[in-house]
Structures are given as C-alpha cells and as structure tokens.
C-alpha cells in the first residue's frame, strides 16, 4: 500500500514502499523494449494478434533530448520512413 502524504511513518524502514516492486512490475506489464528490430516485431505481433489498424506508441528516455531519435528509430524500424 502507497501511503499518504500525511502518514509518512508508515513508511518501513529504508524509504521503501511495500508493494512497490509488484506494483513496478505490474506497470511494465504490455510494455515493449530492445533494439529496433525486436520492437518492431513486437508491435507488428501485437497489432496482428488485435487486430488493430493503428497503434499508440509513448517512449520514455532519461535524456528528453534523445527522445525525438528514439521515435525516429521506431518510426525507420517499422516502415514509416526510410
């Protein structure tokens, strides 16, 4: 359980939130991850198996800079661009 601002003792020891890892893991669940071309199979897998005529994709970096390359990589790796 996350707790309230207003109940920080509830915090165990070490500043870690029980639950925390479940819910992490939990959050990663349906995310995809690797080089371009893994990620691109992924997704073309992904939108087969749906049956989706499009797909909403989000990529996190820890570099804000590095992001537009990261969309342009995934953009190239599934035929979007040349």
Same mark, same amino acid.
């Given at each position: 359980?996350? =707790?309230?601002?207003?109940? =920080?003792? &509830?915090? =165990? &020891?070490?500043?870690?939130?029980?639950? %925390?890892?479940?819910?992490? !893991?939990? %959050? #990663?669940?349906?995310?995809?991850?690797?080089?371009?071309?893994?990620?691109? !199979?992924?997704?073309?897998?992904? %939108?087969?198996?749906?049956? %989706?005529? !499009?797909?909403?994709?989000?990529? &996190?970096?820890?570099? #804000?800079?590095?992001? =537009?390359?990261?969309?342009? #990589?995934?953009?190239?790796?599934?035929?979007?661009?040349?």
């Amino acid at each position: 359980m996350i =707790p309230t601002a207003d109940a =920080p003792q &509830s915090r =165990p &020891s070490g500043g870690r939130i029980q639950g %925390a890892g479940a819910a992490y !893991e939990d %959050a #990663r669940r349906g995310h995809l991850h690797g080089m371009e071309d893994d990620v691109a !199979e992924q997704l073309s897998k992904i %939108a087969a198996l749906s049956g %989706a005529d !499009e797909v909403l994709v989000t990529t &996190s970096t820890y570099d #804000r800079a590095d992001m =537009p390359g990261s969309y342009r #990589r995934l953009a190239r790796a599934v035929g979007l661009v040349a």
